[in-house]
């Protein structure tokens, strides 16, 4: 089984900055090409796509999230990352992380979700 697991979160003020981490552990990660991605959920708001970056290396951002978040993987260390610049009170959320394994082309991908780590952006 997989295990993942969120850190990094906490209380911030306006243009400051956070790096969330977020591990995989579980020998299902053997052979298998890792994807990620960061969601945010704010209070009273819907599950939101943060930033996501490909077995390859490829990743996609979010609008709001452009020019100020970085996301970066080391599967070596089954790790990933989201940087997390300029943030401003509009960024408060529960920040979660995926992990999808694919073990093949038509291989069944599944999906794993971390328990999340908070963020607050305030004065």
């Known amino acids: 089984q997989v295990h993942v697991v969120e850190s990094g979160g906490g209380l911030v003020q306006p243009g400051g900055s956070l790096r969330l981490s977020c591990a995989a552990s579980g020998s299902r990660l053997s052979g298998y090409r890792l994807a990620w991605e960061w969601y945010r959920q704010a209070p009273g708001k819907g599950r939101e796509l943060v930033a996501a970056v490909t077995s390859g290396g490829a990743t996609d951002y979010a609008d709001s999230a452009k020019g100020r978040f970085t996301i970066s993987g080391d599967n070596a260390k089954n790790t990933v990352y989201l940087q997390m610049d300029s943030l401003n009170p509009a960024d408060t959320a529960v920040y979660y992380c995926?992990?999808?394994?694919?073990?093949?082309?038509?291989?069944?991908?599944?999906?794993?979700w971390g328990q999340g780590t908070k963020v607050t952006v305030s004065s």
């Open positions: 995926k992990l999808t394994t694919t073990p093949g082309l038509f291989g069944t991908r599944r999906d794993y």
